[in-house]
C-alpha cells in the first residue's frame, strides 16, 4: 500500500480509496454465480496461486481466508498490495489477455477459494454481465492503481530529454505498464542503479525488469517481448478477421466483430489508440461531456474487445499483404505470418513532419506528435510551441495552457476558424497564456543535445523571431500507413485506399469495400473519410455487417 494510505491521507483520485469498486465485496447470490464457472477447493498458507511474469492464470474468488497480492520489482520486493478477504476476488487487466502478469498472489493463511480457469473466466465475463461488470470496473481500477502507485513495474534509467528516454516511457505509457523513471539528469539514485548493475552512461537508457534482466536502449519489439506484451501467432490458424490498426476504428471492429462471434485478430505497431491515443482530452466525443482522454477511451476500448474474445497483437507492424488468393496471408515486421478469411485495414496515418534543416535531430529530443502528461512534465514552467491549427492542436494548447509558462501557436493560413471546432478557438484566444501567430511557420530550429529555441518567419512580412522554446508540438496532418498493402489495393493520389466502388465507378458491396473480396478499409487510411474519432467508430462497426455477408453469403 503507498505511503499516503498508510498514513491514512484521502485523496479521491487514487483508485485504491475507491474500495468498494476497486476491491468489491460480492454478495452471497453473485458468488455462488462464479460457483458455476469453477471449483471449490482448499489451499495451505503459504501456496502460491500464480508468480509475476506468468501467463494465462487463473481466476481466484476467496470464500474462506484471505489471499495475498505481492509486489515484486525491482526495488520493493515483495510488498503487500493487497489482502483480499471472503467474496472478494484476484487479477487485473492481464486476465482478458494472455500477457505476462504483473503481481504474484499467495494464500496468507488456510483459505477456501474458487478457481476459474482462463478460458472458463473468460466465457463468465462475457455471458454473466452483472458479474461481468463488476469485475470488469475492478480490473481497470486496478491498473489505474498499479500504474499510479508504480506497483508491478520495471524501472527505466536514462536522461529524461533523451530521444530513445521518451520513446521507451512513451511506449509504457501507452501500453499501460506501470513503471519507474530514474531520470540521469536530476536524480541522484540513478547513479546507485548503474553501480549495482554495471552499467555505463553510455549504455542508457537501460531497462531493468528483474535483477537478472536488464534491457540495454531495447527496442519497443524487443522490450514488449521481454515483458510479455506479445504473443506467439499460430501461422497455422486461419481467423475469420483480422483488423490491421488498433486507433478507433480498429479497435470498433474488433468490439462488433468478436461480439458478434467472429474469431478476431487485433496487430497493432505501437499501442491502441493511434493517433487519437494520444489526445490530452477528447471533448465532443459522444457520451463524454465532461471529455476523455485518447488513451482511456483506446484502453477501454482494448478492454472491451478482449473481454468477446478478441486477441491482441502489440509492437508487431505489418509488413505485406499476400491478397493473390484466399485466405489471405499477412506478414508481419518480425517475420510471423497470419492466415485470415477477411481483412479490415485501420491503420491510419503516420505524423507529417516539418521541412526544416536538422529537424530529425530533434526528434524526441524536443519535436514531439503529442501532448500527453509525459510531454506535459517535459516543458512544465517552460515557453512551449505548437505548429498547426486542427482540433489535435487545438486540445493540445488547452491542455499545455495550463502547465507552460508560455504557449505559441503556429499557422501558415490566416486563422483557425477554417480547420479547428469553434468551441476550441473561442478558448484560445480568450486564454493569456496562449499567443496565435497567423501566416507564420518555423524556419530554423537550433540546440546541442536537445531543442533549446526555434525562429520563425511571418510568411508576408519575411519578419523573424526566435524564443527559446524547448519543446515543439507538431500538428500538421498526416499521411496514410499503406506501404504494407503493396500494390495489392489502388489508392488515390494522397496514398489513401479507394473504397466503395470499382475502377469503372460501379458500387461495391459496401462503402468499406475495396476491390478485393474480403478486404475493407476505415477510419484515416480510407480514402474521403471525415477524421474523426466518431466517424471512425461509426465506420469500424458498420464495416463488421459487411463482412458477415461475405463470410456468409446464404445466411444474410
Not at 101 to 121: E, S
Not at 141 to 155: A, C, D, E, K
Not at 202 to 224: C, F, G, H, M, R
Amino acid at each position: 500500500m503507498s505511503d499516503a494510505l498508510r498514513e491514512g491521507e484521502f485523496d479521491p483520485s487514487d483508485p485504491y480509496v475507491r474500495e468498494s469498486q476497486t476491491f468489491p465485496v460480492l454478495s452471497a447470490a453473485q458468488m455462488e454465480v462464479i460457483r458455476g464457472h469453477g471449483s471449490e477447493e482448499a489451499v495451505r498458507a503459504g501456496t502460491t496461486l500464480f508468480e509475476r511474469g506468468q501467463r494465462n492464470v487463473d481466476f481466484f474468488l476467496v470464500v474462506e481466508g484471505a489471499i495475498e497480492i505481492l509486489d515484486e520489482d525491482v526495488e520493493n520486493p515483495l510488498e503487500t498490495v493487497r489482502i483480499h478477504g471472503p467474496g472478494e476476488f484476484t487479477g487485473e487487466l492481464d486476465l482478458f489477455n494472455n500477457r505476462k502478469i504483473l503481481v504474484t498472489a499467495r494464500a496468507r493463511t488456510v483459505a477456501r477459494v474458487v478457481r476459474v480457469k482462463a478460458t472458463d473466466f473468460r466465457r463468465m465475463v462475457a455471458i454473466e454481465p452483472e458479474i461481468g461488470e463488476i469485475i470488469m470496473r475492478a480490473f481497470i481500477l486496478r491498473r489505474m492503481g498499479l500504474i499510479r502507485h508504480m506497483q508491478g513495474s520495471v524501472v527505466l534509467i536514462g536522461p529524461r530529454h533523451g530521444s530513445d528516454t521518451q520513446r521507451l516511457q512513451r511506449f509504457l505509457m501507452r501500453n499501460t505498464y506501470p513503471h519507474r523513471l530514474h531520470d540521469t539528469e536530476e536524480d541522484p539514485d540513478a547513479d546507485g542503479f548503474l553501480k549495482c548493475f554495471n552499467l555505463s552512461p553510455d549504455q542508457l537508457p537501460v531497462v531493468i525488469y528483474s535483477n537478472d534482466v536488464v534491457l540495454k536502449n531495447p527496442t519497443n519489439s524487443e522490450l514488449a517481448d521481454s515483458l510479455g506484451l506479445t504473443d506467439t501467432l499460430d501461422p497455422n490458424h486461419v481467423y475469420d478477421m483480422t483488423v490491421v490498426g488498433a486507433g478507433p476504428a480498429g479497435l470498433a471492429a474488433a468490439v462488433y466483430g468478436a461480439s458478434e462471434g467472429l474469431d478476431t485478430l487485433v496487430i497493432e505497431g505501437t499501442a491502441p489508440g493511434g493517433q487519437a491515443g494520444t489526445s490530452s482530452r477528447i471533448e465532443n466525443y459522444l457520451g463524454f461531456p465532461t471529455g476523455i482522454s485518447g488513451q482511456a477511451l483506446a484502453g477501454r476500448a482494448q478492454v472491451q474487445a478482449q473481454k468477446f474474445g478478441a486477441r491482441l497483437a502489440v509492437s508487431r507492424e505489418a509488413a505485406d499483404l499476400r491478397c493473390d488468393k484466399t485466405p489471405y496471408t499477412i506478414t508481419l515486421e518480425d517475420g510471423q505470418s497470419i492466415k485470415t478469411r477477411a481483412v479490415v485495414i485501420a491503420t491510419g496515418a503516420r505524423y507529417r513532419m516539418l521541412d526544416v534543416p536538422d529537424y530529425a535531430k530533434f526528434e524526441g529530443a524536443g519535436i514531439h506528435y503529442a501532448a500527453s502528461a509525459m510531454e506535459a512534465q517535459l516543458c512544465q514552467g517552460e515557453i512551449a510551441a505548437i505548429v498547426g491549427g486542427g482540433n489535435s492542436a487545438g486540445q493540445a494548447a488547452m491542455f499545455l495552457s495550463r502547465i507552460v509558462k508560455h504557449l505559441f501557436i503556429l499557422v501558415r493560413g490566416p486563422s483557425l476558424s477554417a480547420t479547428m471546432s469553434d468551441y476550441l478557438v473561442q478558448r484560445i484566444h480568450a486564454n493569456p497564456n496562449i499567443t496565435l501567430l497567423s501566416h507564420t511557420e518555423v524556419v530554423a530550429l537550433h540546440g546541442d543535445r536537445s531543442l533549446a529555441s526555434i525562429t520563425w518567419e511571418h510568411r508576408q512580412t519575411k519578419a523573424r523571431d526566435t524564443q527559446p522554446v524547448g519543446n515543439l508540438f507538431v500538428m500538421i496532418g498526416a499521411q496514410p500507413n499503406t506501404a504494407w498493402l503493396k500494390g495489392c489495393l489502388p489508392l488515390d493520389d494522397k496514398g489513401f485506399v479507394h473504397t466503395g466502388s470499382d475502377a469503372e465507378g460501379l458500387a461495391l458491396t459496401s462503402p468499406y469495400a475495396t476491390t478485393l473480396p474480403g478486404i475493407y478499409a476505415v477510419g484515416d487510411v480510407r480514402a474521403g473519410s471525415i477524421k474523426r474519432v466518431a466517424s471512425s467508430v461509426g465506420e469500424g462497426s458498420v464495416v463488421v455487417q459487411a463482412i458477415h455477408r461475405y463470410l456468409n453469403p446464404e445466411v444474410i
